[in-house]
């Protein structure tokens, strides 16, 4: 893969991937451009032309050379600066900070490699154009990152030993137990995040709808608020059980419990628990038929007749036993 390197003092070593830098210079450029500031782009294509009377064995760096010129020129490379300045851990200990496209928002992510020592940050790039949104992007990132340097978090890479799907509910579920957990402590601390408590907590009612509703308040406000402090063994347990959920409510859920378990439809665009899409049509009548509970249950043991599920895999059970 062929990379950008740019080097900044008091900061680990940042490298973009050069495909990123070049669709996020093209993508800037022509920005520019319709609304009115031609001046930049013009420069830019007619140096980008002039590269093509070089020998084709020089072209490519040439290519690279330039398009790492506007980056920094057109000021993308400070969004990353500028957000590191907030995780001296992260600066004091890693040496390499590695930049790649995501195909899509919902795909950005990081990581941490090489024994601590590097990051690996996926970025849509539209994001840089746009310009609002990156550095909160960045932030929540970082704090992924930072958590899973923290010894005390305990993060690891987790082979999950259950059917495909279930294993998506887990790691659904325990992408949303961090989520929130990273955006109660960046709003504690008074910094931007991608998503509002309200947010989150629409997304935490959608995934766990059978929790009684007080129970649930009660549950989500001690994670965002930070009185239930998570680890990566903890966030695990949870997303496996959801009677480790309820634990989190503990001795003051006594005064609020209800009788039954209630219903919540999900939200619109909501991911459905068994095939990972996301769905605005969902089947409410999964728990009409002893037959496809039971079927259902072979493949989802933890699967409730109260949690909902898209029409598409609501028929393909149905099939399955024979019934339509």
């Known amino acids: 893969m062929v990379e950008h390197k740019i080097k900044h003092e008091k900061v680990p ?8 830098v070049d669709d996020v210079v093209f993508k800037g450029l022509a920005e520019r451009e319709r609304n009115g500031d031609t001046a930049l782009y013009r420069e830019y294509h007619e140096q980008r032309d002039d590269i ?5 064995e020089m072209r490519p760096k040439k290519f690279r050379d330039l398009d790492s010129y506007f980056f920094h020129h057109l000021d993308y490379d400070h969004f990353l600066i500028d957000t590191l300045d907030e995780f001296p851990d992260i600066k004091g200990n890693v040496e390499e900070v590695h930049v790649r496209s995501a195909t ?11 024994d601590g020592k590097k990051v690996l940050i996926r970025l ?27 010894k005390s978090f305990g993060y690891g890479a987790e082979l999950l030993d259950c059917p495909p799907m ?9 992408r949303l137990f961090w989520d929130i957990y990273i955006g109660g402590r960046l709003e504690k601390d008074g910094r931007e995040t991608i998503a509002t408590r309200e947010d989150r907590k629409k997304e935490f009612d959608s995934f766990f709808g ?12 001690k994670i965002w ?57 969902w089947a409410k009548d999964m728990g009409n038929s002893e037959e496809v509970v039971q079927v259902v249950k072979e ?14 895999c609501a028929e393909y059970y149905r099939l399955k036993i024979g019934k339509w």
């Open 13 to 20: 070593e940042i490298i973009y991937d050069a495909h990123l």
């Open 52 to 56: 093509y009377d070089l020998e084709p």
């Open 104 to 114: 899509t928002k919902q795909n950005e992510g990081s990581n941490l490699v090489d």
């Open 124 to 150: 849509y790039s539209d994001q840089f154009i746009e310009g609002k949104r990156i550095c909160k992007v960045l932030r929540h990132e970082l704090m992924h990152v930072s958590d899973m340097m923290d």
């Open 166 to 174: 279930e294993e998506r509910i887990i790691r659904d579920r325990y």
């Open 210 to 221: 059978k929790i009684p509703e007080k129970t649930r308040d009660l549950i989500f406000e």
């Open 225 to 281: 608020e930070g009185k239930e402090p998570l680890t990566h063994d903890k966030m695990i347990e949870m997303s496996k059980d959801i009677k480790k959920i309820v634990e989190i409510a503990g001795s003051e859920n006594t005064n609020n419990r209800e009788k039954g378990i209630e219903r919540i439809d999900p939200a619109q665009g909501t991911t459905c628990p068994f095939c990972g899409f996301p769905t605005s049509d």
């Open 299 to 312: 493949d989802f043991p933890d699967w409730d007749v109260r949690d909902s599920v898209c029409t598409r």
